[in-house]
């Protein structure tokens, strides 16, 4: 169903600064691009935040009806430790400290951040590129700005020339900052330092003999500068110009702000329609770093074990609570903040349940559509989740009166509530019912434990055609069983 030809949505542009009627490129389709993780450590829970809100987005762009290319990026080389083009790479420096591969590196936290979204249950993208897959698009890209006369190459290494580029272009529309500004607030650049101005930044780097992520240019041997990436591989998948470009809100500058410079040195035009930035989360009205301690890991949440919080937390329940406040806000994780999510989101699954059996009436004592109308009016301004769960508290409290026999709902209208609440806090909010998961897994483990049974009783009849037939279907489902003295025992792989 094309729902957005009636649903008007408007999305806070931060390139703007206002709130906007969101109008795509192309009827029908929306081209999303959003700035991945650097993959040298574990993915940190305010990341966790930033690729949840644009997943939420992500699912709510689906079920307008829009065709929906997301790309979300893996930056795998490049990133150094510093934004003004120095330091270590990221990537580089952990493997040097763990004396493994940078792409051993890379494949660790790679799988870290698939496991930690999958648990929180965020879709994956619809492309997930990596900056090393795309080193011949980025030097592309970096001939075409030379060629434009925007770059300059000094001993290997090529730079942006801002001031060049400012002659015809505005650097800084972004974030709101003026070059002038810019200039004189800085030092004068060091004396090693090749930049003809402190403002411009690397496209590609030369790489010093130690330096093991190095590619092959035109330039000598190098790497791309970090900001590059992002606007080959979007290029690549989106087009010179598309719908959204999300990502953390520190992102902004300098990284979107040398993002857009790119783009219009290269091809000419603005590459994107709507910049979409999510805000940071905190931890006990703190910033959270791992230097302070101040600091936790999803995985730390959902296992209880650390100093921070009094229980585990379910990772829905997390989700739950980020979806309570909106993705521009600043949101402050504390363990009486997740005890109340936790309460209000159990509170929402057991409406849930009780809506499924109630007896419909003839009529209906509320206004149903007007209900759903609200919902959709939350959703459209900007993806104002907070006013949105507020009307789904609205609907559990009329689903608890309607069970205590002070409200009633017609049939259809029963239908229209269990469709419109399971479409936006399963297929939007992303949340899943924790309590089916727990009883799922209970249903399994007891499934697995009649077959170790069965096979235990074939065994001692000598049936080991039977025996062995369950053990090896067993294995071919994922299910190890384990012969010891204490009986059987089985693991999931
Ligand atoms: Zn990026």
Redesign the pocket.
């Known amino acids: 169903m094309q729902l957005f030809k009636d649903q008007i949505l408007k999305v806070s542009n931060s390139l703007t600064g206002e709130k906007e009627v969101f109008k795509t490129v192309k009827e029908g389709y929306v081209g999303m691009y959003v ?1 991945g993780p650097t993959v040298y450590s574990n993915v940190h829970l305010g990341n966790c935040r930033t690729f949840m809100s644009f997943d939420m987005i992500f699912r709510y762009l689906k079920h307008l009806g829009y065709k929906v290319r997301y790309v979300r990026n893996i930056t795998d080389a490049g990133h150094l430790e510093n934004d003004a083009d120095e330091g270590e790479d990221k990537i580089a420096k952990k493997a040097k400290l763990e004396q493994l591969e940078p792409m051993e590196v890379v494949q660790r936290y790679t799988v870290d951040f698939h496991e930690t979204l999958k648990a929180f249950n965020l879709q994956p993208p619809s492309i997930e590129p990596t900056a090393t897959g795309h080193i011949i698009e980025q030097i592309e890209i970096i001939k075409e700005i030379l060629a434009k006369g925007f770059a300059y190459e000094v001993n290997g290494s090529v730079y942006f020339d801002i001031i060049k580029f400012s002659e015809s272009n505005t650097y800084g529309k972004l974030s709101g900052r003026k070059l002038e500004d810019m200039i004189a607030n800085t030092r004068d650049l060091a004396a090693q330092d090749e930049k003809r101005n402190p403002q411009d930044f690397a496209l590609w780097k030369k790489a010093e003999p130690q330096h093991i992520m190095r590619w092959p240019s035109p330039w000598g041997d190098g790497f791309p500068g970090w900001h590059l990436e ?1 606007t080959a591989m979007s290029t690549k998948y989106l087009g010179e110009t598309f719908d959204i470009h999300g ?1 953390g809100m520190d ?1 902004k500058f300098p ?1 979107h702000e040398c ?1 857009i410079a790119q783009a219009e040195a290269s091809s000419g035009h603005s590459p994107v329609n709507y910049w979409l930035h999510a805000n940071m989360l905190t931890l006990n009205g703190k910033k959270m770093s791992k230097s302070t301690d101040n600091n936790i890991y999803p995985d730390e949440i959902f296992s209880g074990d650390n100093r921070i919080l009094s229980k585990p937390f379910a990772p829905s329940v997390v989700r739950f609570f980020m979806m309570q406040a909106h993705y521009t806000s600043i949101l402050d994780l504390g363990n009486d903040a997740l005890l109340a999510s936790e309460k209000g989101y159990y509170r929402l699954m057991d409406a849930l349940k009780t809506l499924e059996k109630i007896e419909p009436s003839e009529s209906s004592s509320f206004d149903v559509a007007n209900w759903q109308k609200a919902c959709y009016d939350a959703m459209n301004d900007d993806f104002n989740t907070p006013v949105l769960i507020a009307h789904l508290f609205d609907a559990v409290k009329r689903i608890n009166l309607i069970k205590e026999g002070q409200e009633t709902i017609s049939k259809a209208d029963k239908k229209v509530l269990q469709d419109s609440v399971n479409t936006f806090v399963f297929d939007i909010l992303g949340l899943v019912d924790q309590d089916n998961n727990d009883n799922n897994a209970t249903t399994i483990n007891g499934v697995i434990n009649l077959l170790i049974d069965l096979r235990n009783n074939a065994r001692a009849n000598k049936d080991f055609a039977t025996s062995d037939k369950i053990r090896d279907e067993l294995l071919t489902l994922g299910v190890q069983l384990k012969d010891g003295k204490e009986g059987t025992t089985f693991s999931l792989n």
């Open positions: 700035c992002c990502g992102l990284h993002e």
